[in-house]
């Protein structure tokens, strides 16, 4: 079996013709020419078949962009061929553009498999309150670390409550003496749009005190009332852990950010080609506490509309202005990881926007993208050679009774391991594993040929489009003088 890479589908250039090259008269007279005479159905049958011809020209089209050759088999069994980002980026969303061919050119049955999102967690650990109490003006809180876990922040779950306060932080071995670790933290707006209760996080310097004591009190301008009171329901850390052994990690991206005077930096972020996003790991260069609201955006032209003058003299010109369309909210923070969950979605351009209020601008050093592990899995014969060959456009989901067989599939499957990455030029056959040969083109399989048949089904169809339209325009003078 040869496998040709020329695809005799409908031409791009002859769609293009078909779309642009049929004007409204023309189209008039082919329905008009269905109630006329004889010659003009001999006519119509004509341009009909010239229509139908341009729809079946053959087009140098090359089915897959890319090979490489399978390697590391060693034995007849299941193997996992493994779907590295910059495979998957060539990839459609189906994905149906990718196969996997023996020595004789003929498709080796797969199917394709995720490895389970089960990789990232974030967990609320809650502390002892020891004290809570309302003295001489001033909310004391104490909370225990009984473990003596290194720590550089705290989260406070607070009943919603629009006041301006500080507060101070202490910590202690004994809960008796006590040393100063942050002070005047400066929290307001302690309340949430959305539930009954504020989380705040406040960070500070690395400590593994026992004990540790955080004093709120009024803000100085409001020192007079003496008796703004908060409700905290309780106190605690949030944990992260993200394990990378089931993500692929992709090229970093490029980076161009603009800090602009309207307090926000839009950071750029090209990956280079249409990667599947799992997770973004952002790295951050800032002051050693931050807290900032971000969106990650996609770019959108957005065509508008503007009007000109008045009544008679009125007139419109069109302009295209750039969007932002947010698709993920988050907040970058000294005190915890900035990972962005992206829920596999396929992006080679983003813009994120940070909102740095009147605080110094971030620097953005570096954005690294990761894949959810992604296999093929196949049955190979040692003694066979097989070449995996990907991208291009597709339109066929291949099934195979493979499938049907997953349950067959060992506990421990090997991986395979790839090759030289090839591209596949357009005038090339693929005749089995690592074999190819070039084409001799002939006349009807070149551009050449494509092109002076599109030229002349335009000068022809011109031609009798005016003969047709002359026609009509006739047969309407013969009736009025009738």
């Known amino acids: ?86 495979i998957y980026a060539d990839l459609n969303n189906y994905p149906n553009n990718i196969r996997i061919y023996d020595t004789k050119g003929e498709e080796t049955p797969f199917w394709i498999k995720e490895v389970p999102r089960n990789t990232y967690e974030r967990r609320l650990h809650t502390y002892k ?79 593994d005190y026992k004990y540790f004591k955080l004093v709120i009190h009024d803000c100085w301008r409001y020192r007079w009332y003496r008796h703004h009171k908060i409700k905290i329901e309780k106190v605690g850390y949030y944990s992260s852990h993200i394990d990378y052994e089931d993500f692929w990690e992709g090229q970093p991206a490029s980076i161009k950010q603009i800090d602009s005077s309207d307090n926000k930096s ?10 599947r996003l799992d997770q973004l790991h952002i790295e951050v260069d800032g002051p050693q506490y931050y807290l900032r609201d971000a969106k990650l955006c996609r770019e959108k032209w957005v065509e508008k509309v503007n009007k000109h003058g008045r009544r008679k003299r009125k007139h419109w010109t069109y302009t295209k202005a750039k969007t932002y369309q947010p698709i993920q909210h988050l907040r970058l923070t000294s005190a915890d990881y900035n990972q962005i969950d992206m829920q596999s979605a396929r992006a080679q351009k983003l813009t994120l926007i940070i909102d740095n209020h009147d605080n110094k601008p971030l620097r953005i ?69 690592h074999k190819t040969k070039k084409l001799n083109k002939d006349f009807f399989q070149s551009k050449g040929w494509i092109w002076m048949a599109l030229v002349g089904i335009t000068v022809v169809m011109a031609v009798l489009s005016v003969g047709l339209i002359k026609d009509l325009n006739r047969r309407k003078d013969e009736t009025k003088e009738t």
């Open 1 to 86: 079996m040869v496998y040709n890479s020329i695809d005799y589908s409908a031409s791009r250039f002859t769609k293009r013709w078909i779309e642009n090259g049929l004007s409204v008269s023309t189209l008039s007279a082919l329905i008009k020419m269905r109630k006329s005479n004889s010659g003009s159905r001999k006519t119509f049958r004509a341009l009909i078949i010239f229509v139908l011809a341009s729809l079946f020209l053959p087009t140098m089209g090359q089915r897959f962009e890319h090979s490489t050759q399978l390697q590391n088999i060693t034995h007849n069994g299941f193997y996992q061929v493994p779907l590295l980002p910059h």
């Open 266 to 275: 839009y950071v750029t972020i090209d990956f280079g080609k249409n990667y």
């Open 129 to 207: 309150i020891n004290r809570l109490d309302f003295v001489d003006n001033e909310l004391i809180l104490v909370f225990e670390n009984p473990e003596r876990r290194a720590i550089n922040n705290v989260s406070l779950f607070i009943k919603n409550a629009d006041v301006d306060v500080h507060a101070t932080l202490w910590g202690s071995e004994n809960n008796s003496d006590w040393y100063i670790i942050k002070d005047r933290y400066h929290l307001d707006n302690l309340y949430s749009e959305n539930s009954l209760t504020e989380c705040r996080m406040i960070g500070f310097p690395w400590s």
């Open 365 to 433: 050093k570096s954005i690294k993208p990761y894949q959810q592990k992604i296999y093929m899995y196949t049955h190979l014969n040692a003694k066979d050679h097989y070449d995996l060959h990907w991208g291009g456009a597709f339109n066929k989901t291949p099934f195979y009774d493979l499938v049907y067989f997953k349950d067959s599939l060992p506990k421990e499957v090997p991986e395979i391991t790839f090759g030289k990455t090839r591209s596949l030029q357009a005038n090339t056959a693929f005749t089995g594993a």
